[in-house]
């Protein structure tokens, strides 16, 4: 069957996306709605944090159990598409192999996913539970708040935020590099809405990604800079303070742009590996000079014990109690992951084209959580077990839980060291996360492209350094939490249809080969080209099926 201009084949189409132009109505629109974001905040920042709230008092009582209901059923079908017959897909042609090796692949994620988070909660997070235990299921400051802490903490940071990256990830991935779609979010619903993903529907969808993008990075920069800032009062003696969180911002927002401009090959995976050096850098010293035997006893048991309540957990909603715990913690987290997800999936996908469906979602998924493990044992491991025997790290939270991992440092050997090395970290993983974040915002607006106009990529990303000094100004972490859960609520519809439209694509895929010497049977694999209406399954001899097999 040959092929036409109208027609092209998959890698053809795939380099016309390289050279598409700004989608002026997409950029417009999004840009205009941040820009009088930033100038609501200027003028009456006062009246933006009564907005908000009272908007997030709606949607948490209206909506609290949707975000808790769809988070978990992503976690179930990921775990169905791993398993399926359909893991064995390749995202790409059938003969592609990954473009990264394991190693960069999954630190490039992990710094994109959530680097600047594990900084600021690696403490504070198992430090609150234990002296304010999840929905008052415990005594404050015992054996089984401990318990539940680190139980709580790894349900928040493990499987359930890498499964919503995994199942966007993997949707841009098999629609870009197995059909040669665009890498944009509105291009994963051509099978539910056809041609009116390129109209007017797949623009509003393509900038409610670009908005939940916004805010939820937004909300990270915030976080990195408040950290920065306690960092430097405990080192320097600088003044902790908006204005001072407001300068950092603006300088390393400079170095995140002038990183995302350099591309992902030089930019994030230079600045992805060097952090995780660093990172285990400072978890190994710690593991070392800290209660290195309870940290591997809490290791093993919370790691059991989250494995054991995962279910009850998931489904847990506040019903008869709690809701107020649920909104500032879990449905909190739930919404962070959901407006990070068009930016980390998107960025996911990039890195991922020749891996099969199977081998991504494991990847995705188990590697970044068994990670987490590993840092909340150490950090949250090393603070408990000094708050149970005597030490009141607790006391700093009151302070702000920025300063909660430097009053950990405080009590090991090169204090002034360690916390540079903080210092340094959370720096370097605002710059990796915020310039992977501006590159697909810029991608958003540009219908796909995957080098997008340097101007573009320039514009989100100082818009992106603007929305976080303006939220801090408006309440400081209260504005951050409040702001993000308000952008990912209408973004968690689009990601419910993304997951469904890419379930209803993967069941045209033809049943995969079967292993060699299963019964004698053969081996051939076919080969699944795209051409814009159909597929045409071609067996390795080379000859064609008769009629095209219908996308949808």
């Known amino acids: 069957m040959s092929t036409t201009p109208e027609n092209p084949p998959v890698a053809e189409r795939l380099e016309r996306l390289v050279r598409l132009p700004v989608d002026r109505v997409v950029l417009a629109t999004s840009a205009a709605f941040a820009l009088c974001f930033v100038v609501w905040g200027i003028l009456d920042n006062e009246g933006l944090a009564t907005v908000t709230g009272d908007a997030l008092a709606w949607v948490i009582k209206s909506f609290g159990w949707l975000f808790i209901l769809a988070s978990t059923g992503f976690v179930v079908l990921a775990v169905v598409l791993a398993f399926s017959r359909y893991g064995r897909i390749r995202l790409g042609q059938d003969d592609e192999r990954p473009e990264f090796r394991t190693v960069s692949w999954v630190t ?63 949707a841009l991935a098999y629609f870009s590099f197995r059909h040669g779609k665009a890498n944009l979010i509105s291009s994963l619903f051509v099978p539910l809405i056809g041609k009116r993903a390129e109209g007017g ?72 590996n060097t952090n995780m050096v660093l990172a285990i850098a400072l978890l190994f010293f710690l593991f070392v000079v800290g209660p290195t035997v309870f940290i591997m006893s809490m290791f093993t048991e919370s790691t059991g014990n989250y494995l054991w309540q995962i279910a009850p957990m998931s489904f847990r909603s506040g ?62 491991g090393i603070s408990i077990n000094l708050q149970l025997g005597g030490t009141d790290l607790a006391a700093a939270l009151e302070q702000g839980q920025e300063t909660a991992l430097f009053a950990l440092l405080r009590e090991f050997p090169w204090f002034a060291l360690t916390a540079f090395i903080v210092i340094m970290l959370v720096a370097f993983f605002f710059v990796s996360g915020a310039d992977a974040a501006s590159l697909v915002m810029s991608t958003l607006s ?22 976080a000094g303006i939220l801090l100004m408006a309440g400081g972490l209260q504005a951050l939490q409040t702001l993000c859960i308000l952008a990912a609520f209408p973004f ?53 099926s008769a009629a095209p097999t219908p996308l949808a």
């Not at 430090?127 to 929905?135: D, K, R, T």
């Not at 969808?205 to 939820?216: H, N, P, Y």
């Not at 739930?334 to 996911?348: Q, Y």
């Not at 540009?446 to 929305?467: I, K, N, Q, S």
């Open 201 to 272: 529907a797949g623009r509003a969808i393509d900038t409610f990604a670009i908005l939940a993008t916004l805010f939820g990075s937004a909300t990270s920069l915030g976080l990195g800079a408040l950290q920065i800032n306690s960092g430097l009062n405990q080192l320097y003696d600088v003044p902790r303070s908006t204005p001072v969180a407001i300068a950092i911002i603006s300088a390393l927002t400079v170095a995140f742009v002038i990183s995302a401009v350099s591309g992902v090959h030089r930019g994030v995976q230079y600045l992805s």
């Open 319 to 380: 019903v008869f109690g709690g809701q107020d715990w649920l909104s500032g913690w879990t449905i909190f987290y739930w919404a962070w992951w959901m407006s990070w997800t068009p930016f980390v999936g998107a960025f996911i996908a990039r890195i991922s084209r020749g891996r099969t469906i199977r081998e991504f979602v494991l990847g995705v998924i188990l590697a970044p959580s068994l990670v987490t493990f590993v840092w909340f044992s150490i950090l949250g």
């Open 108 to 170: 490039m994620m992990f710094s994109a996913g959530m680097g600047i988070g594990l900084m600021f909660y690696g403490v504070a997070e198992p430090l609150s539970h234990l002296s304010a235990p999840p929905l008052g299921l415990a005594e404050a400051n015992t054996q089984e708040a401990a318990q539940l802490s680190m139980q709580y903490t790894y349900f928040h940071w493990a499987f359930h935020p890498w499964a919503m990256y995994a199942i966007v990830g993997l």
């Open 446 to 467: 540009c219908r796909g492209c995957r080098e997008p106009a340097v101007l573009v990529t320039v514009f989100w990303g100082v818009m992106t350094g603007a929305v």
């Open 492 to 544: 968690m519809f689009v990601m419910i249809g993304a997951a469904v439209a890419l379930v209803k694509e993967l069941r045209n895929e033809p049943d995969p080969a079967p292993h060699p010497g299963r019964r004698g049977r053969t081996t051939l694999t076919p080969t699944v080209v795209d051409l814009e209406d159909s597929v045409v399954v071609v067996p390795t001899n080379g000859t064609p």
